[in-house]
């Protein structure tokens, strides 16, 4: 009888983890990033894109330093009360690092920055629980975007569709989704099919941190946001 899988050994010592020394380095590395830098900003992110926020960081690699992770090691290293910040005020952006978050360390002038911020914008397929931005829907009778390979996926989507003579036929009228709706799996599937993009991966500049003044970009922030506990 064959040996069960299970039963097999693993060596521990080739697996890594990330601990304590993990979240050090970071920390390290954002102090670091404070000594050599002028400036830090706080940004929060909607519509995330892991590819599209590489290639925006990989353009600015030479004039900014980016972080994303827990919020709580990057308030550590930045300092969360005047007695443990690294620099005076830091603390105040510390407070600010919440939800989904990331530091911008750059020597660019803060008009650049915002600029930088302000235009980007990047669109992307929607996923499963997203807003649809617009009501689609599907007329009855011949879907010529798809080919007849298609017609079982499109049946296991809930769509009433059926082959005639080899072109895939909607036998109703079919809603892919409704405006301000949470997508479900099949309509995120649909809509990546037709080509209709209504995610945007958008970056905003929650608050700006030099040794000479501190800013507070988005509204809504009050000021015990950031004075110090």
């Given at each position: 009888?064959p040996k069960?899988?299970?039963?097999?050994?693993?060596?521990?010592?080739?697996?890594?983890k990330?601990?304590?020394?993990?979240?050090?380095?970071?920390?390290?590395?954002?102090?670091?990033?404070?000594?050599?830098?002028?400036?830090?900003?706080?940004?929060?992110?909607?519509?995330?894109?892991?590819?599209k926020?590489?290639?925006?960081r990989?353009?600015?690699?030479?004039?900014?330093?980016?972080?994303?992770?827990?919020?709580?090691?990057?308030?550590?290293?930045?300092?969360?009360?005047?007695?443990?910040?690294?620099?005076?005020?830091?603390?105040?952006?510390?407070?600010l690092?919440?939800?989904?978050?990331?530091?911008?360390?750059?020597n660019?002038?803060?008009?650049?920055?915002?600029r930088?911020?302000?235009?980007?914008?990047?669109y992307?397929f929607?996923?499963?629980?997203?807003?649809?931005t617009?009501?689609?829907?599907?007329?009855?009778?011949?879907?010529?975007?798809f080919?007849?390979?298609?017609?079982?996926?499109?049946?296991?989507q809930?769509?009433?569709?059926?082959?005639?003579?080899?072109?895939?036929e909607?036998?109703?009228?079919?809603?892919?989704c409704e405006?301000g709706?949470?997508?479900?799996?099949?309509s995120?599937?649909?809509l990546?099919?037709l080509?209709?993009?209504?995610?945007?991966?958008?970056?905003?500049?929650?608050?700006?941190?030099?040794?000479?003044?501190f800013?507070?970009?988005?509204e809504?922030?009050?000021?015990?946001?950031?004075?110090?506990?």
């Open positions: 009888m069960s899988k299970r039963n097999r050994p693993v060596t521990l010592s080739k697996t890594k990330k601990g304590r020394e993990h979240k050090e380095n970071i920390v390290n590395s954002i102090r670091e990033a404070i000594e050599k830098y002028d400036s830090v900003y706080v940004f929060t992110f909607e519509n995330m894109r892991n590819l926020f590489k290639e925006f990989e353009k600015l690699k030479s004039s900014c330093r980016f972080f994303l992770g827990s919020n709580k090691v990057m308030q550590v290293a930045l300092g969360r009360s005047v007695a443990d910040e690294l620099r005076p005020g830091l603390h105040k952006i510390s407070k690092v919440r939800g989904d978050s990331g530091l911008c360390f750059t660019l002038p803060k008009e650049e920055v915002q930088l911020f302000n235009e980007y914008e990047e992307d929607a996923r499963t629980g997203t807003l649809a617009e009501k689609v829907e599907l007329n009855e009778g011949p879907l010529d975007q080919t007849h390979e298609m017609e079982p996926f499109l049946r296991k809930n769509m009433p569709v059926r082959l005639n003579k080899g072109v895939i909607l036998l109703s009228d079919c809603v892919v405006e709706q949470p997508l479900s799996p099949e995120a599937r649909i990546r099919l080509g209709i993009k209504m995610a945007t991966f958008r970056l905003h500049l929650t608050c700006r941190w030099s040794s000479e003044e800013e507070v970009y988005q809504g922030l009050e000021d015990s946001d950031v004075e110090s506990s």
